[in-house]
């Protein structure tokens, strides 16, 4: 069996197609097609449902790409393990849109400048999704997070990372009581992300438990942009405190202190339970993540 055949059909797998699998290769579609044909030859079955599309993995071919990436990281390994230069092959990172910003610059360019042959592929998906892609092997790592009470796969390690306080927040003076309710909010609506988004199901689920309306005016995945909008009084938002201290427009608004609204989100680093030669970059990785979110606060006052 050919290691490249095997990489041809993980490439068309990941890809969804022979096409997407040829530029990833930078090969010829003839030459793509020919190395799947190769490796089902050597395996004795059909590995693609060619009438689908996107191409999908038999049920053979789901299980020997399981396999197959696993084969792909043990030679990986040996390969890093034999070479001067130190770890390489490549790490398939997962992060939510909140945190696909700024916040990573430093800990990325820190584990780039610490595995220069590393290569880094980020995906950006809500965390259920990259959860699944961790315990699917699709991603190495993801970096996710999860309401308080909600608990990981057992299938995967997880790295504590940070931990946030689910803050409701609104215009300056909008709210004058100090300790107020969900009810003084009822005739607000809301500016969140959008469905999958762990703060929008959190505060959902608030407002259904006291009989609420649950009013959308505004979606999107910036969290920056959600703050703006609600500082110029747009509606009512979810954020974290770590969100809030960095944000550039927390002198216009207000965290509010609602006595029926308390939750915490919690951050996470996961992957499997053996990550062989990914595990001092996740390490390194992790530990630069709590320093940014360290920073973050400090920068907040």
């Known amino acids: ?20 699998a040829a530029a990833r290769l930078h090969l010829t579609q003839p030459a793509v097609t020919r190395r799947i044909q190769s490796l089902e030859q050597a395996l004795g079955v059909e590995l693609l449902d060619r ?20 084969v ?16 390489g092959g490549e790490l398939r990172l997962g992060v939510t849109p909140s945190q696909s910003d700024e916040s990573l610059c430093a800990p990325l360019d820190a584990l780039r400048r610490a595995y220069p042959h590393l290569a880094l592929h980020v995906t950006t998906a809500w965390s259920q999704e990259l959860l699944d892609q961790v315990e699917a092997n699709r991603l190495d790592a993801a970096l996710v997070h999860q309401s308080g009470e909600a608990a990981l796969p057992a299938a995967l390690a997880a790295e504590p990372i940070e931990r946030h306080r689910a803050l409701v927040v609104a215009p300056k003076g909008l709210v004058a009581r100090r300790r107020a309710a969900l009810a003084d909010l009822a005739g607000q609506s809301w500016v969140l992300s959008q469905d999958g988004c762990g703060f929008r199901r959190v505060i959902r689920q608030a407002l259904a438990r006291a009989g609420l309306p649950f009013v959308v005016a505004v979606e999107t995945l910036n969290a920056e942009l959600r703050l703006s909008l609600v500082a110029r009084g747009l509606g009512v938002g ?32 996961v992957h499997r339970p053996s990550p062989g030669r990914l595990a001092a970059p996740l390490a ?4 630069g993540l709590r320093a940014a979110y360290a920073k973050a606060r400090a920068a907040g006052g």
């Open 238 to 269: 979810v954020t974290t405190d770590v969100t809030l201290a960095r944000s550039r427009h927390r002198a216009a608004l207000d965290a509010l202190e609602l006595r029926d609204f308390k939750a915490e989100i919690r951050s996470w680093l």
């Open 1 to 20: 069996m050919n290691t490249r055949d095997l990489e041809a059909f993980l490439a068309v797998v990941d890809a969804g197609s022979i096409m997407g």
């Open 284 to 287: 390194q990785l992790a530990a």
């Open 72 to 87: 792909l990281e043990s030679v990986q390994e040996l390969r890093a393990g034999l070479a001067e230069e130190g770890v």
């Open 51 to 70: 009438v689908s599309k996107p191409l999908r993995p038999t049920r053979a071919g789901r299980e020997a790409y399981e396999l197959g990436r696993r």
